[in-house]
Every structure is written in structure tokens, then in C-alpha cells.
């Protein structure tokens, strides 16, 4: 089993910042790509950011040059800088990770959401 905590999220002005993190914990041998997501209400999720083992990361168009997304292996733990927040940013925040179990089995774990709300 792996569990994923999330925290940092919040209530910000337009142009403020905040800085979400996600620490996996369980059985796990290797994590390999992490990810942010975010679902605003009546919409669909969408994928937000990504970050590859290799460091290689992505972004939606939306956010790029705004957030920043990092990970620290050696506490299993993937984060997202958000800085000059709008109010479309707004949402409910998942984190997921993907990677090997000690028993060599894959797996793919959601965060339980970190609500920002970006408003004056």
C-alpha cells in the first residue's frame, strides 16, 4: 500500500503564492513520474504539471512561467511552487505518483486534494 499526504493549500489573494506538498509513504521500492492535477468545480480534472525521475518536467500552457514543480526522492516528496495565482487557478489539488512496490508491483497513487482558492 502507498499513501499519499497533500498540504499547503489555502485561501490567497490574486498575486500571491502558495507551495503545495505531496510525501508518499508505504511500501515502496522506485517512484517514477509525479504529477500534479487540479479539477475545478463542473469541470474535469486536468493535468497541471509533471515531473519525470529524470527531472524533466511539463506544464500546462496556463500555468507555465507561474509554477514550478520539484521533487526531493529521498523524502518521496513532489511540489508545486505556484506564484502570481489568478482566480482561475482555483480548485481542488491533486497530487499522483506513480512507481514500484517492494514486491515489484506497480503502482499509481492519488493524493486525497488540497482545495487553493484564489480571491480578494
Known amino acids: 500500500q502507498v499513501q499519499l499526504v497533500e498540504s499547503g493549500g489555502g485561501l490567497v489573494q490574486p498575486g500571491g503564492s502558495l507551495r503545495l506538498s505531496c510525501v508518499a509513504s508505504?511500501?515502496?521500492?522506485?517512484?517514477?513520474?509525479m504529477k500534479w492535477h487540479r479539477q475545478a468545480p463542473g469541470q474535469e480534472r486536468e493535468l497541471v504539471a509533471s515531473?519525470?525521475?529524470?527531472?524533466?518536467?511539463d506544464y500546462v500552457d496556463s500555468v507555465k512561467g507561474r509554477f514550478t514543480i520539484s521533487r526531493d526522492n529521498a523524502k518521496n516528496a513532489v511540489y508545486l511552487q505556484m506564484n502570481s495565482l489568478k482566480p482561475e487557478d482555483t480548485a481542488v489539488y491533486y497530487c499522483?505518483?506513480?512507481?514500484?512496490?517492494?514486491?515489484?508491483?506497480?503502482?499509481?497513487?492519488w493524493g486525497q486534494g488540497t482545495q487553493v482558492t484564489v480571491s480578494s
Open positions: 515531473i519525470a525521475s529524470d527531472g524533466f518536467t
Open positions: 508505504g511500501v515502496i521500492a522506485s517512484i517514477g513520474g
Open positions: 499522483y505518483v506513480g512507481g514500484l512496490t517492494t514486491t515489484t508491483t506497480d503502482f499509481g497513487s
